[in-house]
């Protein structure tokens, strides 16, 4: 690789989006890189854990994803997810660009980056790239957001369509997702960038972060993503980008009662979100009473005990958490709200799944687990117990989603990840003027 480079890692607030740079970041960290972070204060144990030095946001408002109602109340009332993506859209994308960019500003002078890393939801690659002249890599920890002329608009979780009828359909709503129902958050962020000169082309939202970045690595394969004619040749798929885990992490978790029953069902939704009566309180009140099904929940340290209380039944485990690694190869069926590391991570061990995700862009990764037949998409946050329990019964029973999903394992994990990033760096930094970089370092922005 590179000779000593100074790597600053940035990221939208939210763990979803944070923790899987943290594997990369220890990677190059490794490699003996000078590697820190811009990220929210929420982050601050978990970067002295991996031993880097830390920028909280200072200038920028810390709007961390796991609080946004404390700060908009509003919200909680938008039931409508296009809606519910619009409003984030402005507030947490479009208006903490700017206050990013100054943050990064006062960074740099005394830590003059030579390269930026990004989650491709960070809000200010524009201002880094356009501004700063900083060569940008954007990490995509979720399906690539790219509008394309084969698919249908990024957002809504609509499926590719394969009637003449339905392509038509889906431009018409292209146009609509352009002129409607994003115009307002593609409004304000266009004046948002030409305030700073920055150029956009029109550019939508959710086209602006990658079409700002030199390279995007893009977590994956693609066979977890519809095909497209005019995919961007910044694109590189380079496996599953998943967090950084100690080696000597203790991962002896066992329970017997693996091994005595006929179906194991594994079920979370995740660390954010908090309330079990969408995904998690279903599932147990699906099985509490099967005979053949044992239920596995992780929690994420919520509601764990009130839960042991209520469903204290010999086939239900309920645990803060368990080392996926250690659960997963017993588990036939995998009962997610569609998080996009968790779902890389029960792809990598073979299980499909049953999803239940609608906001925050988990449809889009709900959507692609059913369209390829990885699992069922139940199509909503708070599926009923039945619901649940008959998929369940067709995963187990059809053989179809078990073989396509050890297919899409053998590809994602053929990809040599670090060896990847390692390869994409050089590229990008062997294509810069080290005398232009050096120009850049003392000017302020803004």
Known sequence: M???????????????????LTGIAKYLDACGHDVRWYASKEYTNDIAGLGMKHYPFRIAKDLHISYMEAHYPERAKIRNPVRKLNFDMIHVFVERGEEYMKDIDEIRQNFPPDIVICDIAFPGIPYIKDCMKLPVIAVSVFPFPGSSCDLPPYGLGLIPANTSAGKIFHKGLRWLSRKILFRKADSAMRKALEKYS???????????????????????????????SDLDKRVRFIGAVLPYRKSNQA??????????????VLVTQGTVEKDPSKLIIPTLEAFKDDEDVLVVCTTGSANTEALRAKYNAPNIIIEDFIPFENIMPYTNVFITNGGYGGVLLGIEHKMPMVVAGVHEGKNEICARVGYFKYGINL???????????????????????????????????SYATDALIEKYIDELMNNRSPKRRQSLLSKTVY
Request: net charge positive; hydrophobic share 35%; with cysteine.
């Open 198 to 228: 920055i150029a956009h082309n029109n550019t939508g939202i959710f086209d602006i972060g990658y079409k700002k970045s030199d390279i995007v690595l893009q977590s994956g394969c693609p066979s977890f993503d519809y095909k497209r």
């Open 379 to 413: 199509k909503t946050e708070r599926p009923g117990a039945a619901r649940i329990k008959k998929a369940v019964k067709e995963i187990f029973e059809n053989p179809v989603y078990k073989a396509n999903v050890v297919r899409l394992a053998q590809e994602l994990n």
């Open 2 to 20: 590179q000779g000593r480079l100074k790597v600053l890692v940035a990221c939208f607030p939210a763990d979803g989006h944070f923790k899987p």
């Open 251 to 264: 991962t002896s978790w066992f329970d017997k009662r693996l091994e005595e029953y006929k179906i194991v």
